[in-house]
């Protein structure tokens, strides 16, 4: 199937490793012009450029903090500058941390709150805002929400990080309705426990626990979910928008393991 993304601008936030890095190297080999951003890892980021442009794209690779309004503004400038514009968003970059499972909900410091929400919601609504004027401007875009099952289905402790990633979904919704006119699509991919490089600290009883647990009897890649973002964020998607697409692997469809 031609996606229809031959020459067109993605941005993808969070792309040096992970979900992220799949879905730019995706985009790379429908011929899309890839902005990769980071935080912290240059190299990695570095290296997926390259592998996006052996698939067959264009890449250029954009420092970007969620918790830095300005330097968020200053990256989509930078994309730009380079490209014209911005076809397509996937905001996928993500700021961990927070308490400990064990931590009861009314102990965790407002301070850690905030820091969640900052960053995971409101350090997205500011990289939207900053890409909306060029999509309205050419007419067409789409934006992909990265969020997680966990924003659904919580997780055993406190939830700063899901109630953060369920704003996301809120958004999508109204989003969809002021941008729709002007041709942008709009829509959430809330993946599960995803077989990224973190996975394999978990120990393979709890990643076994949780594969068993959801339709398919296993977990996905990083691939798979970078699949169906690209299909979202490209023009083979007509109009599917303000939508919560549940990956595969998605918590919301599993139930806890171990809590």
Do not use: C
């Given at each position: ?48 450029a ?12 954009v ?15 930078e ?18 941390g ?16 905030q ?70 699509l ?17 120990g ?56």
């Amino acid at each position: 199937m031609d996606m229809g993304l031959r020459g067109r601008v993605a941005l993808v936030t969070g792309a040096s490793t992970g979900i992220g890095a799949a879905t730019a190297r995706a985009f790379g080999a429908e011929g899309a012009r890839v902005a990769l951003t980071y935080r912290t890892n240059k190299d990695k980021a570095t290296r997926v450029a390259e592998e996006v442009e052996s698939a067959g794209g264009e890449a250029l690779t954009v420092r970007l903090d969620l918790e830095d309004r300005a330097g968020i503004a200053a990256a989509v400038s930078e994309v730009v500058e380079r490209w014209g514009g911005v076809d397509v968003l996937v905001a996928n970059a993500v700021r961990w941390g927070g308490s400990d499972f064990s931590a009861r909900f009314e102990d965790v410091p407002a301070e850690e709150w905030q820091a969640m929400v900052d960053a995971n919601l409101l350090g997205t609504v500011e990289v939207v805002r900053q890409v909306l004027p060029s999509m309205r401007a050419r007419r067409w875009g789409r934006i992909v929400l990265v969020s997680s099952g966990v924003a659904e289905e919580g997780l055993p402790g406190p939830g700063p990080y899901g109630t953060a990633k369920s704003g996301l979904h809120g958004m999508a919704r109204a989003l969809a309705w002021n941008a729709g006119s002007d041709g942008v699509l709009v829509n959430v991919v809330a993946p599960g426990l995803t077989l990224t490089e973190r996975v394999p600290s978990l120990g393979s009883q709890y990643v076994d626990a949780f594969a068993a647990a959801v339709p398919s009897r296993r977990l996905s890649t990083p691939d798979d979910v970078a699949r169906l973002v690209t299909f979202l964020g490209s023009e083979a998607n007509g109009n599917l928008t303000g939508e919560l697409v549940r990956e595969g692997s998605s918590a919301a469809r599993a139930p806890h393991v171990g809590g």
